[in-house]
């Protein structure tokens, strides 16, 4: 763990990760203020250090939602650096299926990252989009549903647990989107979920 680096013993290093991540959306933002640490570093040696094709899998299924997915731009919206999320999208075998990504970029200084609100108006500048209301957010953490709720924006908490008290829609599994966007998916036969 690169919290390790700090000199700090594991227990405690996992700790500071988690109260970063819990506090600045990012655990480099955290490392960055508190530690000086060189985020481009970081993201190389943390995130470019994984071993995305032992963890992740091409799913099938995801790009077959995707593909089928009618009425909407899909614009992919990460913490992540460009490299990583490039290299996810890619393993997952979905790159394609977005027709944009919004990144964060650790080489400017002060970079914004979820759940800031300017993050997410740099990610409509940059998708083309100015209403709100046409925005929707599928994520997997509760403080970035709870600020695109805020700002309007349509959202699916892809919770650990029901209930779940964020977003709009909750769903336990990523396969599940077209239950609960069905306007989306005007021929949901095909889906197992």
Known sequence: MYFTKLGLPDE??????????TQYGLAVRGLVKHHQIDPVAYD???????????LLKPDPELREILATLQGAKKWAFTN???AHATRVLRTLGIEDQFAGLTY???????????????????AMREAGISDHA?????????????TAKKLGWTTVHVADELPSDHGH????????????LPEFWPDRANFKN
Do not use: M, W
């Open 12 to 21: 405690e290093a996992a700790k500071l990760h988690q109260r970063y991540y």
């Open 44 to 54: 190389e040696e943390v995130d470019g250090g994984l071993p995305l094709e032992q």
């Open 80 to 82: 992540a650096g460009r």
């Open 104 to 122: 964060c970029d650790y080489s400017e200084p002060n970079f914004t990252c979820k759940p800031e609100i300017p993050y997410y108006e740099r």
């Open 134 to 146: 046409k925005c929707y957010l599928v994520d997997d953490s509760a403080s970035n549903i709870d």
């Open 169 to 180: 829609h909750q769903i336990l599994d990523i396969h599940q989107l077209p239950r609960v």
